[in-house]
């Protein structure tokens, strides 16, 4: 089985200062990994995911995030943020192997931006 | 392109009464799923569907909680009784189908209060 641990339930931060949101997981096969972001009153929408090859991955709006094997870690970061990115942020975690490649989230993580 | 519909939106309901939530997929998307999202947590998968097939429905309660699909598109996800503690967002979510990994495609949700 997988877990996911988002080690911060919010993180406020002023427009245009850079962040970063932390994720854990542990599993005992090899995972994908993923990072949503969820706007209030709406699903969710994939922002990257890592599946193989380079560990840095890029994703929309400006979003990127790496892939540490050794410290199981998968950190979103942005350098400058805008108000448009306050939303709940959530990490998953899939096995890589096994068809169904259905996602085990974390608690997310609210990103609250600042004018 | 249309993206995952969901109806309705919100619904608010007595304890003990029934309730059902309606989702169409993005078409041609052979895979579909049903999420419970607990406020202040991530997703977590109620059941799966392959074309008409419930091919994943073990965290499903099937006490009170039923699903169908029945011409492998749109899908109604029933609650008879409901309780207090249902009380949550319901998020459909929608995929091609394949061995490989396929983006899962959210909807809007239903966010549902039992009173």
């Known amino acids: 089985a997988q877990s996911v641990t988002q080690l911060d339930s919010q993180v406020p931060v002023f427009e245009e200062a850079p962040v970063e949101l932390r994720c854990n997981y542990s599993s005992s096969v090899s995972v994908y990994l993923f990072w949503y972001v969820q706007y209030p009153n709406q699903g969710l929408q994939l922002l990257l995911k890592?599946?193989?090859?380079?560990?840095l991955v890029k994703g929309i709006n400006g979003f990127e995030a790496e892939f540490n094997k050794s410290q199981t870690s998968f950190h979103l970061r942005k350098p400058s943020v805008h108000i448009s990115d306050t939303a709940e942020y959530f990490c998953a975690v899939t096995p890589a192997s096994g068809g169904s490649y259905i996602p085990t989230f974390g608690r997310g993580t609210s990103l609250i931006v600042h004018p | 392109e249309a993206g995952v519909v969901q109806s309705p939106r919100y619904k608010i309901i007595e304890k003990k009464q029934p309730v059902a939530f309606w989702c169409n997929p993005i078409s041609g998307h052979n895979t579909l799923y049903w999420y419970l999202q607990n406020l202040g947590q991530g997703p977590e998968l109620l059941i799966r569907?392959?074309?008409?097939?419930?091919?994943?429905d073990s965290q499903l309660p099937k006490d009170r909680f039923s699903a169908e699909r029945l011409k492998g598109v749109d899908s109604t996800l029933k609650i008879q009784p409901a309780e207090l503690g249902d009380s949550a967002v319901y998020l459909c979510?929608?995929?091609?189908?394949?061995?490989?990994?396929?983006?899962?495609?959210f909807g809007p949700g239903t966010r549902l209060t039992v009173l």
């Open positions: 890592y599946l193989s090859g380079s560990t």
């Open positions: 569907y392959e074309n008409e097939e419930a091919v994943d």
């Open positions: 979510a929608s995929s091609t189908q394949g061995a490989t990994y396929n983006e899962q495609f």
